[in-house]
Each structure stands twice: as C-alpha cells, then as structure tokens.
C-alpha cells in the first residue's frame, strides 16, 4: 500500500512503518555513538553510517517520517526551528534579493536582517498574505526567494500557498513556507506548490516542550539550494542529537491526534472570547469574520491550536488577565500539550503588537475548564 493512500493518524502512529532490521523493534534505539568502523578492507560496516554529522540511523527515522507527513521526497532535520530557517537564507548567494512577509515570528525577522546586511543579501519586507501586495513585490524585486509564514505568529494571518506559489514561480523565484502553526497534519504546504517547508519542530511536532528541532521538507532534492543546505548542514555541524530525534519520533506517533484536540479546544475558546465584552478582538483563522478565513479553509484542514486575545484596556488589563489565569503557563513556546499564554508585547516592545495582546497556545485540557479559567481571569 502505497503511503500516499495511509491517514497522518495511520503513518503517524506506526512512524512511517518502521520496524528495526536487526532485532524487530517497534521503536528505533538510541545510538550515541558519533563515529562508525570500517572493516579490515577499510570499507564501512554500515554504508549509511560514517560520522554523526552526516546522519545516523534514528535521525533518518525521524526523518522520513517527517517526509512522509509532509508528502515530500527529502525532509532534513535541525537543530532548532531557527537553526532550519538560517540554513535556508545561508543557502543564498551573495547578491540574493529575498522578499520576507513582514510581521512573522520576531525571531526570523531580527536574525533575518541582521544576515542580509552582513552578507550582501538585498532583503525585502511586506506584508504578503496580501497577495496584491505579493504580486506586485514580486514584480518589482524579482526576488530569488519569497518567505511566508502562514499563519503567522502571533498576528494569525493565512497566505494563500497556492496562489503565491503561482506569482513567486512565473517571477522565476522560489517559495519557502513556514507552516509550524499548522504542522504537516492541518497544511501540506508541498501540496499547494512550495517548494520548501519549514517548521520548528519544537512546537506541536514534537508537543511536549522538551525537544529543541526544526525541520525542513522539499519535492526538488535536486535543487541547488537544497543541496546547499545539506552540505552546509553536514559540514557546518548544525545536526541534531540522536536522543532528541527519538523523543520527536515518540512525540509525532500521537501528533494528528494532539493536533485535532488543539484545534477543536481552540476553536471553541476563540468563539467563545470572541463574544465576550471585556475582549476587543480574537485572531483566529477559524472564525468567519477573520480576514484568512477563507484562505484557511482551502489549505488547512482545522484551525490549529495558536490564537493571540487582544484584551480591552491595554496592557494594564492584558498584564492582569495574564497574572490571573490558572491553567495557562505564563511561558513563551506553542505546540505543547499544555496551555501557555504570553504578554507578547513585552518580548516585541516595538513591534506594532498591540498593548493588550495575549499570546495563546492551547494544549489538550478540556476545553469547559480553558473557557472557565478565561472567564474568572477577565473578572478579575
């Protein structure tokens, strides 16, 4: 059968088939061993294993079944979700122009420009889940490189994959999406015309907050750029250990199924604060009145579990709200199986973020106990 035909639930829950070779193991070993032997005619005893940073074998585990939940020929792992993102821009050759959507994770952007002017990059930002403003960005820059994030963080804004593929492709460029909101499960952004997907792993892919992984996934392993990327992950060391790839393995067998309760508890707390007087606005792709909504129901098959809560009476009653919630970790991240919040104004103080907005990663609590803590916080 082939695993085109196989549910994320079915290729997630068995880890893309695996079984071990050698003694029949439904899970992969760990093996910590960073250099590999070479029999008495100097030939490796194992073909694939060489040196740790060429790869080993739970690290390729992980990775095609990455590439299978992604629907990709060739899928790489790294050592974080921003380790993933630089390998791409290094990829660029001096004298690149690289359009970025503007008002993405804050990380990206600062390291982003800070590169682009050390090393000749011409970066480019605008806001490009406006396709308008894409195509004609597009026409004006004729970018080697458009980066998306749909939806973006923390702003929840959806961009049309398939119709910026279209542009950024007849422009000659290339697409890379950063989909970590929505995971593999919700957007199989490969599906919709990128050309390479991005996410950090250490989000709802791995869901338990205790792996550091980013990870990249392509249906062109010819490209030059990929080929860039491998060979400067390889020999630039930007590998990821073989204990944090087996506990991803562990975290994305029940990934579809963390993935839908996330969306499902997260739709009925951004419908619920949507509705609420104490609450000025809700970013939410699943609900009707959100700008994306149309394009999320396209490519995504539910909403995912991020939505940011823009309280009434600024930062003074978002702080208050914030202190009060019991169920809520005041802690930076998304994805994990517990729900964080975040005053995000105060990590991006200059950012445009709005005073009173409240970053919001739902987990997989039961969704009554979530909209009752939110309820007694506003009261307070």
């Not at 994030?149 to 290339?174: F, Y």
């Not at 792993?201 to 792996?211: M, P, R």
């Not at 951004?270 to 970013?283: G, K, Q, R, S, T």
Request: include cysteine; charge should be negative.
């Amino acid at each position: 059968m082939s695993n085109n035909s196989l549910s994320a639930h079915t290729i997630a829950a068995q880890a893309a088939g695996f079984i071990d070779r050698v003694s029949g193991a439904v899970t992969p070993a760990i093996q910590p061993a960073v250099t590999y032997a070479r029999d008495r005619d100097n030939a490796l005893i194992h073909p694939d294993n060489f040196y740790g940073r060429y790869g080993v074998e739970v690290t390729r585990v992980a990775e095609d079944l990455l590439a299978k939940l992604e629907n990709a020929k060739a899928a790489q792992l790294h050592p974080s979700g921003m380790a993933a993102i630089s390998a791409i821009i290094r990829a660029l050759p001096h004298g690149s122009t690289l359009l970025m959507q503007s008002q993405i994770y804050w990380g990206t952007t600062l390291w982003t420009r800070g590169y682009a002017e050390r090393h000749g990059i011409k970066l480019v930002e605008a806001e490009l889940s406006d396709l308008g403003v894409l195509a004609e960005s597009v026409a004006n820059h004729a970018p080697d490189l458009v980066f998306i994030e749909t939806p973006s963080n923390p702003w929840l804004r959806v961009t049309d994959i398939g119709e910026s593929a279209k542009i950024v492709h007849k422009a000659g460029g290339l697409l890379v999406a950063d989909c970590t909101a929505a995971t593999p499960v919700l957007t199989r952004a490969l599906d919709f015309g990128a050309d390479i997907v991005m996410h950090s792993a250490t989000k709802a892919i791995n869901g338990h907050s205790d792996v550091l992984a980013g990870v990249l996934a392509t249906n062109d392993s010819d490209s030059k750029l990929w080929h860039s990327i491998t060979e400067d992950r390889a020999v630039g060391g930007a590998v990821i250990g073989p204990f944090e790839a087996w506990l991803l393995i562990r975290g994305m067998r029940t990934l579809p199924l963390r993935i839908e309760r996330m969306s499902e508890t997260a739709q009925k707390l951004a419908n619920h604060l949507n509705a609420h007087p104490l609450v000025e606005d809700v970013f939410y792709p699943g609900l009707k009145n959100h700008a994306g909504h149309a394009s999320a129901q396209k490519q995504m098959s539910a909403f995912g579990g991020l939505l940011s809560v823009v309280v009434k009476g600024g930062a003074e009653r978002a702080l208050a709200t914030c202190g009060a919630l019991n169920l809520f970790h005041r802690a930076t991240s998304l994805g994990g199986v517990e729900s964080l919040v975040e005053h995000r104004h105060t990590i991006e103080p200059n950012t445009g973020i709005p005073e009173g907005l409240l970053r919001v990663s739902v987990g997989i609590e039961d969704a009554n106990d979530l909209i009752a803590d939110w309820d007694q916080a506003l009261a307070c």
